[in-house]
């Protein structure tokens, strides 16, 4: 196979380096393998990708690691922080919402916007009714300060994740976010039962399986 | 036992849980001390970022949005804190010690090819690369970051990270084959 028609084919190639790496996503990691299956010099360059990323694991595991002084200085100086800055716990996710529009440039609205758009999908069903913030939304829409029975967990959304997927699973659980979202995770609580430990572990694997909308989720306290 | 994700770990040094920081320094410190010793290429100076990196992470835990992994988060503000230092004008520059460890610029590609067996070839020209091309490939290769998680780290479009990326593979083996290792790529 000709140099000309891996020139052709770069956009494949320059995949390579992450296909070893393990970090495309699955039609790109497909797309690579069909190419490595009719290209010849495709696989030859698939070995020069690996002699390098061989090469540059071992120069950089050569390189030396921090000492303990790191670290002491570090948690003396953590030690030594002042404690100011503590999330408040009670969250209105009207006022949430509008913050996170107002900060958001439409490109990196992400998922964090669309989460906020299923919660209130999900939570109020009415759009309208938060710009104008009238009831029972705003009802619904305000974090439970007290314990509600119910299941708990912790999730955070893949960033990929649209509103309709993330709207359409929280939905499938009967689930609803009460709490976040805080260092990027939300708490949500799952039907109003307590549900015993193995019907949980249950759920939050069949969520942990949804790769494409939901990225970690773990019990959580109520 | 399942490990704590980083995830979990970062809300709870949100609310000032000094264990789960123990937790996330351990997991993160050596990989990110590497990058950062990538970039400022002197010990004692990245030993100083590696406590800056992470007393932001306990500072901002609570602004952590989640759109990117931790790990990935943690290499832009240690990539932020690099270039930072490189800035300052009392930067102490290149430790000898650190300079015969990570670059060996005074060798010509005949030494080089005659002291070393291929894998070391590699190497070595590993290590001649550019601080744009030896970031890519490290970021890539050794930190395993996707297309999507450099552009982030590194504040260029995904586009420019593949073409990066692939002048640094060029330019690599140019290195290498001056070096008298011909590897038949490109």
């Known amino acids: 196979m000709s140099m000309t028609e891996i020139e052709r084919d770069r956009d494949i190639a320059d995949l390579l380096p992450f296909y070893v790496s393990g970090t495309l996503g699955y039609a790109d990691r497909k797309r690579v393998e069909a190419e490595l299956a009719r290209n010849a010099a495709l696989r030859h360059e698939l070995e020069v990708v690996r002699e390098e990323q061989d090469e540059t694991i071992r120069f950089n595991e050569s390189l030396p690691v921090p000492s303990g002084k790191a670290a002491q200085k570090l948690f003396a100086a953590i030690d030594a922080e002042p404690r100011s800055q503590v999330l408040p716990k009670r969250i209105d996710l009207v006022r949430w919402f509008g913050e996170k529009v107002a900060q958001l440039s439409p490109r990196t609205l992400g998922w964090t916007a669309a989460a906020a758009v299923a919660v209130l999908a999900v939570q109020a069903g009415t759009f309208g009714s938060i710009m104008t913030g009238h009831s029972p939304f705003r009802t619904a829409a305000h974090v439970e300060s007290a314990p509600v029975a119910g299941t708990y967990a912790t999730i955070a959304f893949a960033p990929k994740a649209t509103a309709d997927d993330i709207a359409a699973l929280l939905q499938s659980y009967n689930a609803t976010i009460v709490e976040g979202p805080k260092a990027g995770i939300f708490k949500i609580r799952i039907g109003s039962d307590v549900l015993a430990s193995a019907d949980r572990d249950r759920i939050l694997g069949e969520m942990r399986a949804k790769g494409d909308v939901i990225r970690f989720a773990a019990p959580a306290a109520n | ?186």
């Open chain 2, 1 to 186: 036992m399942q490990a704590t994700p980083d995830e979990a770990l970062i809300e709870r040094i949100a609310n000032g849980d000094k264990l789960a920081m123990q937790t996330l320094f351990a997991r993160h410190n050596v990989r990110v001390f590497r990058f950062l010793l990538r970039i400022v290429r002197d010990e004692s100076t990245a030993e100083d970022l590696i406590g800056e990196v992470f007393l932001d992470v306990w500072r901002q835990a609570g602004r952590f949005e989640g759109r990117s992994a931790v790990s990935t988060w943690l290499l832009a503000i240690a990539r932020y804190k690099a270039l930072s230092a490189l800035r300052r004008p009392t930067h102490q520059g290149l430790d000898d010690a650190m300079a015969e460890t990570l670059e060996d610029e005074g060798d010509d590609p005949e030494v080089i090819a005659q002291k070393v067996d291929k894998a070391g070839v590699l190497k070595t020209c590993i290590a001649k690369l550019s601080a744009d091309h030896r970031e890519i490939i490290d970021l890539v290769y050794y930190h395993e970051r996707s297309v999507e998680e450099v552009a982030e780290i590194v504040g260029i479009p995904e586009n420019t990270v593949k073409t990066r990326l692939f002048y640094a593979r060029k330019k690599l083996a140019e290195l290498c084959k001056e070096a008298g290792l011909d590897r038949g790529w490109p």
